[in-house]
């Protein structure tokens, strides 16, 4: 894509016309399913669409036949279907694949939803805690020596600290600042002021992580509606267009991980770029997959925001707050304050066209001049850095 939202093969360009959430943080007496339809049914009437003119559909994590089941339950007789499943990243990978099915006349517009009430359920009995993805296939390598999924992120991170000098006091202010923005955010869960004391001083979980390094647990469903410009013509909303996006798949096993250092967000990011013809310096905002603090860290670095083994030094000095931050990130408090309901990828894209439209609220990104933002980028992580896609938007 070019920087203007054209699509660099010649085909119809791709916006982003309708986003939205449904109920989200606490909420004990609502379905996965219920929680897909009205996040659905939100994006439609934010797009002042009618259900009928959806023709694609993606949708993963629930279900036996995803995204069979939940089109069904929507009401929708899709002609064009993804159900990508590659963990937190794969809402950003599925906005690649409807941008490239709508520029290749395909569809004329994809719903893409979620929908998750994991803090429920656990609350309820009706599931536990994961540890681990399974031990199957490559992983049974892996379980026999107790790599739990957060013990794969603390190593990684560990790796990062003796490379690279990281400091987990640098680590902390990721969490320090993403609460700071979810101050801002009213419909964020936690939203009391932290420092880096309380985040050191937090019962350890996986070296180095404490309880604040990591995401919370939340119910929630979000949703978004790409459509052709022909389409988003007749919305009732400013068209926010899908620039440019890039995906990549690193590894399943740790051993098959080249460098813990490095995340696929490094290939992901540079190819989004390139498509949209955009460098990181000119992006106004950035909203980041943080399961752990060591994500956004690590991915600030991949995705060319500041250099390897540079990120602790970046995160420090209030760099990542909406208010007076040079790269303001995970704006709406991300996954370590706002909500993280399993796979939080679609939450990025939701936050991303909320800021370019200037419908952000206290927590709105602005210029020093007041500016709204022109461009934004959303970029998801999946399993334990294992995947990764980056979308790059535009208005």
């Not at 694609?56 to 036949?65: K, N």
């Not at 929507?74 to 809402?91: A, F, H, K, N």
Request: net charge negative; with cysteine.
């Amino acid at each position: 894509m070019a920087s203007d939202g054209r699509s660099s093969g010649g085909g119809t360009r791709t916006a982003v016309v309708g986003a939205a959430l449904s109920d989200c943080g606490r909420v004990d007496d609502a379905t996965p399913y219920a929680l897909h339809a009205q996040a659905a049914r939100r994006a439609l009437a934010d797009a002042g669409l009618d259900r009928g003119v959806v023709d694609g559909f993606a949708s993963a994590g629930l279900g036996t036949l995803a995204p069979a089941e939940v089109a069904e339950y929507l009401g929708l007789r899709p002609t064009w279907v993804d159900s990508t499943s590659v963990g937190g990243s794969t809402w950003e990978v599925m906005a690649a694949h409807a941008a490239d099915a709508i520029a290749a006349g395909h569809a004329r517009a994809v719903l893409l939803v979620y929908g998750s009430t994991a803090r429920a359920d656990v609350r309820a009995g009706r599931r536990t805690g994961n540890l681990s993805f399974g031990r199957g296939g490559p992983l049974q390598f892996e379980v026999p020596y107790g790599h739990t999924l957060i013990a794969k992120y603390a190593m990684a991170a560990r790796r990062h600290m003796i490379e690279h000098g990281t400091t987990v006091e640098q680590l902390a202010q990721v969490a320090v600042q993403a609460r700071a923005n979810a101050a801002l955010n009213p419909q964020a869960m936690f939203r009391d002021p932290i420092t880096v004391d309380d985040v050191l001083s937090g019962p350890m979980i996986a070296d180095p992580f404490t309880r604040l390094h990591c995401c919370i647990r939340s119910d929630g469903g979000a949703a978004v509606l790409l459509a052709s410009e022909e389409v988003a013509r007749d919305c009732r909303t400013a068209p926010v267009w899908v620039l440019g996006t890039g995906e990549h798949v690193s590894h399943a096993a740790l051993s098959e991980w080249p460098d813990f250092t490095v995340s696929p967000a490094a290939v992901s990011g540079r190819l989004a770029f390139e498509r949209a013809g955009v460098r990181p310096e000119e992006i106004d905002f950035a909203e980041i997959y943080d399961a752990f603090t060591y994500m956004t860290l690590v991915t600030l670095e991949d995705l060319g925001f500041c250099g390897k083994g540079e990120g602790g030094a970046f995160v420090e000095q209030g760099r990542l707050l909406v208010r007076g931050g040079q790269l303001p990130v995970n704006t709406d408090g991300g996954g370590l304050s706002a909500q993280h309901p399993g796979m939080r990828g679609l939450f990025l894209l939701v936050e991303a066209v909320r800021q370019l439209r200037g419908e952000a609220g206290e927590r709105q990104v602005r210029s020093p001049a007041g500016r709204l933002p022109r461009l934004g980028l959303a970029s998801g992580t999946g399993g334990w850095f294992c995947s990764s896609g980056t979308v790059v938007l535009g208005r």
